[in-house]
């Protein structure tokens, strides 16, 4: 054992992945540890991994764009007083700046500025002269690789209502098609053609050859090879300029859009279309805006256009002291990391440590914990970016949603992105999703963004994390602590010759790979309490390893009530209740909102659950209480007077606008004063009536919703509850027990009924149920988040319990059915009430029940 941690003390240092990977940091210039604690203190106990999505901007930007601001006055460009001068030659001076960090110069190219790459990629669409074929001459042709963000494969919209063909190329066939071009030159067409193809795929990383730039223009590459005519490049550069140089004289595309949020993580709304002068002339437009006129006559078609590039095609005024502000970007990031070769090397230094680690790990029985979406073996950070793109495995070799690594990531404070990341060609290829099943997945209620990760056991999407200048090492290890404690099941294994890669070359062997891990020990000295990993896992017969004894109670039967007047705040629980039109009465009527309107919940505010609202039936009023501050009352009801002299103001609960009306000022202050932050409460407005969305499966009619999140009620298990506890203190000690009773558990689910089935999870196979005499309709299971990690008693926050749910339910963190009321011959529920199921056919049924 002595061999296994000097093994680790020897290997697994910071200081020998420095030896094994030199090219980490930015050398003398700019200690990596010090840049992050003195720009990016804010992520102090964050793992940020989603640089692709956007980066991070550094303190000194902001301050030195800050000081910019306050020392110059910057007037409209198009004015020319001293401050409008001033404004003009900033600009001018941020386009040259801009070129010259492409290597090119205004000889050759002009900056176009934009409001980001997509309205770059929209502004070639709708100039490039499409033409349509004819007698004479065929028309244009639009291709694109299948690999392209979706904003390039909308320009197929525009070219094909021009009459252009558009062609959909897989990566592949740009070489394997080529064929030798005719040596007497053909019929002379110069019909304008239209190649895009991005220099850094968003979904996996994978660079594709710029050398293609020439190939294309030469018409020595496919598709160019194959038809006659005048060949441009559209290069998406926006995911490859954020970690590498992009050196335009040596790659001349036509047109290259790129976003800059992407290289310095500000300004947003700002981005820029590099237009190769040479390919200028081509680009035509239709409307004009300010600016862009040399003279124009208002009662005649008359119109001349200013003479350049950037004026012809920048309408109306600037976002001028954004641009002002990418001048303190460029400075920054040549200041603190010498230039974008280091970022290159920097990063790609950090995926490629990620990615041997990731595709070495294995559950214990020896299957492998992920499956990685790339071409490359992470060699070459010339054909390989710093994206790193994979979906987990459990033990049986089924996919984990990315829904749920998400949600178990944000316990961590781990910033990651998932789904196909506006890449449905990449994410096609790589997932193995037919354009049938693209289809099948809309009808079946999947769409672009939402979190329906699995459709039959196969995913929708996949989880990408990235890495960008200021990442570190830690990053990393963050990362790889989170997967093994999290997903792999067992004592974990490793792949031998994918961690050889990961040694040099005299380092003796390392018989122990899970001490590679990060701050993982031998064991003499192995951090249990932290990282055993085989504490109650379900066993294969579908057992808990380590069996606790149940609570005693009477199966069949309603056990528990509870209301939530304000959304997000304590409950209310109750023997019997009157029913609503909307649920429970007076359920979620009400909820807390920021300065700005905009929805608290407990993930942004845990100290709303020591908020507790009580409803008076009797009196009328609703009162609000904390302790240590006076209870406020608020009216259950206002007179139709009131609510017509209130004005109405537009919410948003779950993606759905609502219609609310302000409680005042009284209790907006009592809110302030407890949550120490400007907020307000609001109802739901009386004369706003809110629909659920029809679901495919359930169909039926328009069912009328409160401030809920998704049906009228949510229901939960008390066996499901039992099960859960025994495998959190299996999981974590018995000293967990009291901070995850039977109760304590209950609260944080924050259901509406509380159920005593006789089984764990005999509910997801409910398809109604009735509850006394009220019949309800089963709407679907409720996806958890991080939200039932606070203890609903302190604000506390932990990772339990929705790391042993994700466990217990083989990642799939869902707990609860919703429900929806369908009819009663009574208008109360009743705790004690039998509980009466319907279940779904024995073809039907699931099989995620542990």
């Not at 420095?18 to 003398?28: C, N, P, S």
């Not at 693209?438 to 990760?453: F, P």
């Not at 429970?584 to 908020?611: A, F, H, T």
């Amino acid at each position: 054992m002595d061999n296994f941690a000097m093994d680790f003390n020897q290997f697994c240092t910071f200081d020998t992945f420095r030896r094994l990977w030199e090219h980490y940091g930015y050398g003398r210039r700019s200690n990596l540890q010090d840049l992050r604690k003195k720009e990016f203190a804010r992520i102090k106990g964050m793992t940020y991994l989603d640089h692709a999505g956007t980066t991070l901007y550094p303190e000194c930007l902001i301050k030195g764009f800050f000081q910019d601001m306050a020392s110059n006055v910057y007037g409209n460009p198009h004015s020319h007083n001293s401050s409008s001068r001033l404004t003009h030659d900033t600009v001018e001076r941020v386009r040259y700046r801009i070129l010259q960090h492409f290597n090119t110069s205004p000889e050759e190219y002009t900056v176009v500025f934009t409001s980001g790459c997509t309205a770059a990629l929209k502004l070639v669409a709708e100039s490039f002269p499409w033409k349509a074929a004819s007698t004479e001459e065929p028309g244009s042709q639009f291709c694109y690789l299948t690999d392209n963000h979706t904003s390039v494969v909308g320009i197929r919209a525009v070219a094909s209502s021009f009459g252009a063909e558009v062609i959909s190329i897989l990566p592949e066939e740009v070489e394997t098609r080529v064929k030798v071009m005719s040596q007497t030159g053909g019929k002379g067409y110069q019909v304008p053609h239209l190649f895009s193809y991005p220099a850094q795929s968003n979904f996996s990383g994978n660079k594709y050859p710029l050398w293609y730039v020439k190939g294309i223009q030469a018409r020595k590459l496919y598709p160019s090879c194959d038809r006659e005519g005048t060949w441009f490049v559209l290069l998406d550069a926006a995911s490859f300029v954020s970690c590498s140089f992009l050196d335009l004289q040596e790659h001349p595309a036509d047109f290259v859009p790129i976003s800059f949020y992407k290289m310095f993580g500000f300004p947003t709304g700002l981005g820029a279309l590099l237009v190769r002068n040479d390919a200028a002339s081509i680009l035509k437009k239709s409307y004009f805006g300010g600016g862009t006129a040399a003279a124009y006559l208002p009662e005649e078609d008359y119109f001349v256009a200013r003479p350049t590039t950037s004026s012809r095609f920048e309408d109306g005024t600037v976002s001028f002291l954004d641009i002002i502000s990418l001048h303190h970007g460029f400075e920054t990031l040549q200041r603190l990391t010498g230039s974008m070769d280091r970022i290159q090397q920097h990063t790609f230094g950090l995926a490629r440590y990620t990615y041997i680690l990731l595709t070495s790990l294995h559950h214990s029985n020896g299957k492998p914990l992920a499956r990685i979406y790339c071409d490359t073996d992470f060699e070459d950070p010339s054909m390989q970016g710093a994206i790193l793109n994979f979906n987990l495995l459990d033990s049986q070799g089924n996919f984990v949603g990315y829904s749920q690594v998400e949600k178990l990531a944000s316990l961590f404070n781990i910033h990651l992105r998932t789904g196909c990341f506006c890449n449905i060609g990449a994410c096609q290829f790589y997932l193995g999703i037919t354009n049938e099943a693209v289809k099948s997945n809309l009808q079946a209620g999947h769409s672009c963004g939402d979190n329906m990760d699995l459709i039959d056991g196969h995913p929708t999407g996949s989880v990408r994390i990235s890495f960008g200048y200021m990442s570190s090492f830690d990053d990393c290890q963050n990362f790889l602590k989170f997967i093994v404690k999290c997903f792999v099941q067992g004592p974990v294994k490793f792949t031998e010759e994918n961690l050889e890669r990961l040694r040099p070359a005299a380092a003796p062997h390392i018989q122990d790979p899970l001490l590679l891990l990060p701050g993982v020990q031998s064991e003499n000295g192995r951090k249990k309490e932290e990282y055993d990993l085989t504490a109650a896992r379900i066993t294969s017969s579908g057992e808990l390893g380590t069996p606790a004894a149940r609570g005693m109670g009477t199966p069949g039967t309603l056990t528990n009530i509870f209301l939530y007047p304000i959304k997000s705040c304590a409950a209310l629980e109750v023997n019997e209740w009157p029913l609503g039109p909307q649920g429970l009465l007076y359920d979620r009527v009400w909820m807390v909102v920021n300065m700005n309107g905009v929805c608290l919940s407990q993930k942004q505010e845990p100290r709303l659950c020591l908020i507790c609202p009580q409803v008076h039936l009797d009196t009328k009023n609703l009162s609000v209480n904390a302790s240590g501050i006076n209870p406020i009352f608020v009216p259950l009801e206002g007179s139709s007077e009131q609510y017509q002299a209130e004005p109405v103001h537009q919410s948003k609960v779950c993606g759905d606008r609502v219609q609310t009306v302000d409680c005042g000022d009284r209790v907006a202050a009592w809110l302030s004063e407890f949550l120490g932050k400007p907020c307000r409460l609001i109802r739901q407005s009386p004369n706003f009536t809110r629909d659920r969305r029809r679901d495919h499966k359930t169909g039926g009619s328009a069912v009328s919703l409160s401030l809920v999140n998704e049906a009228q009620y949510l229901m939960i298990n008390r066996a499901s509850i039992d099960l859960l506890q025994e495998l959190i203190i299996g999981r974590n000690g018995s000293g967990s027990y009291q901070h995850f009773d039977v109760q304590q558990l209950i609260h944080r689910f924050r259901a509406n009924l509380v159920i005593w089935g006789e089984e764990p999870f005999e509910e997801d196979e409910w398809t109604s149920l009735k509850i006394g005499s009220t019949l309800f309709k089963v709407a679907g299971q409720c996806g958890r988040c991080q939200m039932i990690g606070i203890d609903q008693s302190t604000a506390a926050r932990s990772q339990e319990p929705l790391q042993s749910l994700a466990t217990c339910r083989n990642g799939k963190a869902t707990f609860g059915m919703y429900l929806i009321h369908q009819e009663s011959s009574s208008s109360v529920l009743t705790v004690g009430s039998p509980v009466i199921p319907e279940t779904l056919p024995a073809h039907q049924k699931t099989n995620c029940t542990p």
